[in-house]
């Protein structure tokens, strides 16, 4: 055998050994590679869960396979100057809310609970009124566990949502019976004990109240940081939740925690906005890789530069990022920023139709009297009042003689020639599209209905307006008002846009409109998105 030969065959044998023979240090790393490719494969195998109807997988496998780091903050120098320039934004900008002006104080974690829990889909103009009141009436979680459902859902009523409020009591009660009246003070803690506190109410709890550095994710913040990062794949798929409360929990001040929170939902409410954002009044545009985007997008369409323009993108821009635009909604140039994120298409609410009936009589002391009757205490609008109702019928007198059952049910025999139709309502509720033909019954020249059944009362016009009921129910009466002598002429839809019965803007809406009116620009160019 020749030298050569020789060295050959030796190096071979080495080669060959197993890999037992490596150092501890690297076997050690090997097994344990070895058993995570395992419990991966094993997961990739199993069948969706029930839950979440996903395979589960590893985060950081799935994250490592499909994510590049295009879309993610790479260095504390980019994390610090994001944090300085959106604080410093913050403290000059911030609206004045009645919430944050009790931050710091003794019961802030009360304060803040409440108004998170109103602000849940819905508008800041309209939560203040409504968070004005709570307050008042229930300044503490004692007094709020004292309260009966019914003056909670009094309280609430025209809010929406309604279990909201039920669960917020709910948890007052928990607070006071099972947990000696301390309030807990971390997200997980109170994610884990308070009914209805999912993780963005206990993040932000947590952060604003306690000074626990929890980032929090909601739809402003996503939408910040998905333009920030150019994240164009749907920020509700799991994988891009997942990474979303990732970077929030990156950036989070741990100095001012509850200060940069709201910080990034204030950006995302009142200038990265969903439609038309203010990007030229954005304190963080520098570090935007989408406005980085529209600028590369604005050099290629005007053809100033030969080649690609020195802008950087994403490494896995090949259709296989999953934090990327989907290859089926490709990048849409009069957009603009507003092409991230994209929105996978929200399923219609279903459709769906019952007939109501208001029905009046001469109160005993004057004036009319009208019947309302509590609903179911689960379910849609739960322990709320309506007026009798029953479900669609597919002919006019199948619908009459079922309503006219429903109303004897609770009132005793009436005159069915008097039930007239007066037109239609629709409400759409957050899943539900509800239409109620709408009918009218006066008993006129009767004996006053003086006793009705456990569930029903009668209640003057006054008292309806301030009783727990719904915006739809005020909707239809509205329409039953409107058809009544001396009221302006109802339609066959909801009355609510007809001149006379427009609502003006509530206080809150006022208090926010002249707030903002000095600051609103005109420069319309490159904006995109919506208020809370």
Same mark, same amino acid.
């Given at each position: 055998?020749?030298?050569?030969?020789?060295?050959?065959?030796?190096?071979?044998?080495?080669?060959?050994?197993?890999?037992?023979?490596?150092? +501890?240090? $690297?076997?050690?790393?090997?097994?344990?590679?070895?058993?995570?490719?395992?419990?991966?494969?094993?997961?990739?195998?199993?069948?969706?869960?029930?839950?979440?109807?996903?395979?589960?997988?590893? %985060?950081?496998?799935?994250?490592?396979?499909?994510?590049?780091?295009? $879309?993610?903050?790479?260095?504390?120098?980019?994390?610090?100057?994001?944090?300085?320039?959106?604080?410093?934004?913050?403290?000059?900008?911030? #609206?004045?809310?009645?919430?944050?002006?009790?931050?710091?104080?003794?019961?802030?974690?009360?304060?803040?609970? *409440?108004?998170?829990?109103?602000?849940?889909?819905?508008?800041?103009?309209?939560?203040?009124?409504?968070?004005?009141?709570?307050?008042?009436?229930?300044?503490?979680?004692?007094?709020?566990?004292?309260?009966?459902? /019914?003056?909670?859902?009094?309280?609430?009523?025209?809010?929406?949502?309604?279990?909201?409020?039920?669960?917020?009591?709910?948890?007052?009660?928990?607070?006071?019976?099972?947990?000696?009246?301390?309030?807990?003070?971390?997200?997980?803690?109170?994610? !884990?004990?308070?009914?209805?506190?999912?993780?963005?109410?206990?993040?932000?709890?947590?952060?604003?109240?306690?000074?626990?550095? &929890?980032?929090?994710?909601?739809?402003?913040?996503?939408?910040?940081?998905?333009?920030?990062?150019?994240?164009?794949?749907?920020?509700? +798929? &799991?994988?891009?939740?997942?990474?979303?409360?990732?970077?929030?929990?990156?950036? *989070?001040?741990?100095?001012?925690?509850?200060?940069?929170?709201?910080?990034?939902?204030?950006?995302?409410?009142?200038?990265? &906005?969903?439609?038309?954002?203010?990007?030229?009044?954005?304190? *963080?545009? +520098?570090?935007?890789?989408?406005?980085?985007?529209?600028?590369?997008?604005?050099?290629?369409?005007?053809?100033?530069? +030969?080649?690609?323009?020195?802008? %950087? /993108?994403?490494?896995?821009?090949?259709?296989?990022?999953?934090?990327?635009?989907?290859?089926?909604?490709?990048?849409?140039?009069?957009?603009?920023?507003?092409?991230?994120?994209?929105?996978?298409?929200?399923?219609?609410?279903? /459709?769906?139709?019952?007939?109501?009936?208001?029905?009046?009589?001469?109160?005993?002391?004057?004036?009319?009297?009208?019947?309302?009757?509590?609903?179911?205490?689960?379910?849609?609008?739960?322990?709320?009042?309506?007026?009798?109702?029953?479900?669609?019928?597919?002919?006019?007198?199948?619908?009459?003689?079922?309503?006219?059952?429903?109303?004897? #049910?609770?009132?005793?025999?009436?005159?069915?020639?008097?039930?007239? $139709?007066?037109?239609?309502?629709?409400?759409?509720?957050?899943?539900?599209?509800?239409?109620?033909?709408?009918?009218?019954?006066?008993?006129?020249?009767?004996?006053?209905?003086?006793?009705?059944?456990?569930?029903?009362?009668?209640?003057? !016009?006054?008292?309806?307006?301030?009783?727990?009921?719904?915006?739809?129910?005020?909707? *239809?009466?509205?329409?039953?008002?409107?058809?009544?002598?001396?009221?302006?002429?109802?339609?066959? #839809?909801?009355?609510?846009?007809?001149?006379?019965?427009?609502?003006?803007?509530?206080?809150?809406?006022?208090?926010?409109?002249?707030?903002?009116?000095? $600051?609103?620009?005109?420069?319309?160019?490159?904006?995109?998105?919506?208020?809370?």
């Amino acid at each position: 055998m020749t030298p050569l030969v020789s060295r050959l065959s030796r190096l071979w044998a080495i080669m060959r050994k197993p890999r037992a023979a490596v150092g +501890s240090g $690297h076997r050690r790393q090997a097994a344990s590679q070895e058993r995570r490719q395992k419990h991966a494969k094993s997961n990739s195998q199993a069948k969706p869960s029930a839950c979440d109807g996903l395979a589960r997988q590893p %985060e950081e496998v799935v994250l490592q396979a499909s994510v590049s780091p295009y $879309h993610l903050f790479r260095d504390i120098a980019e994390v610090t100057a994001f944090r300085r320039s959106l604080l410093s934004w913050y403290d000059q900008e911030k #609206r004045d809310l009645p919430w944050r002006r009790r931050v710091g104080r003794r019961g802030a974690g009360t304060v803040v609970w *409440v108004s998170e829990v109103m602000l849940q889909q819905t508008q800041v103009a309209t939560v203040i009124n409504y968070y004005t009141g709570w307050m008042q009436k229930w300044p503490t979680l004692q007094d709020l566990a004292s309260a009966s459902l /019914e003056e909670v859902n009094q309280l609430w009523a025209g809010l929406g949502y309604y279990s909201r409020g039920r669960r917020l009591q709910e948890g007052a009660r928990k607070v006071v019976e099972e947990l000696g009246g301390h309030m807990p003070r971390t997200a997980e803690t109170l994610q !884990q004990l308070l009914p209805g506190v999912g993780r963005y109410t206990a993040g932000a709890i947590a952060s604003i109240a306690f000074g626990q550095a &929890t980032g929090v994710v909601d739809g402003n913040v996503a939408r910040v940081l998905c333009r920030v990062r150019a994240i164009g794949a749907d920020p509700s +798929s &799991t994988l891009v939740s997942q990474r979303l409360w990732g970077l929030a929990q990156q950036l *989070v001040d741990p100095a001012r925690p509850g200060d940069f929170n709201q910080a990034a939902m204030e950006l995302g409410a009142t200038v990265c &906005t969903p439609q038309r954002p203010l990007c030229s009044q954005c304190p *963080v545009q +520098s570090l935007c890789r989408a406005r980085q985007r529209v600028e590369r997008e604005q050099l290629l369409a005007s053809r100033s530069l +030969s080649g690609n323009p020195d802008v %950087e /993108e994403c490494a896995l821009n090949t259709g296989q990022c999953q934090l990327c635009l989907p290859a089926s909604e490709p990048w849409d140039q009069t957009l603009g920023v507003v092409n991230f994120p994209r929105k996978a298409s929200r399923k219609p609410p279903r /459709e769906e139709s019952s007939a109501t009936c208001v029905l009046e009589q001469p109160g005993a002391l004057g004036g009319a009297q009208i019947l309302l009757v509590q609903r179911p205490n689960s379910g849609l609008l739960a322990g709320l009042w309506e007026f009798p109702s029953v479900t669609w019928e597919p002919s006019e007198q199948l619908q009459r003689k079922a309503l006219l059952q429903e109303l004897q #049910r609770w009132a005793g025999p009436l005159p069915a020639t008097r039930l007239r $139709h007066l037109g239609e309502v629709v409400h759409t509720f957050s899943h539900i599209k509800l239409t109620y033909q709408v009918y009218g019954l006066a008993l006129e020249g009767q004996t006053p209905v003086t006793t009705v059944p456990a569930g029903a009362r009668w209640l003057t !016009q006054e008292e309806f307006h301030t009783a727990a009921v719904s915006t739809a129910m005020k909707k *239809v009466f509205r329409v039953y008002q409107g058809q009544q002598p001396g009221t302006c002429k109802g339609s066959k #839809r909801s009355q609510v846009s007809s001149p006379c019965s427009r609502k003006k803007p509530c206080m809150g809406q006022q208090v926010l409109d002249n707030f903002f009116r000095p $600051h609103i620009s005109t420069d319309a160019s490159n904006l995109n998105s919506a208020a809370q």
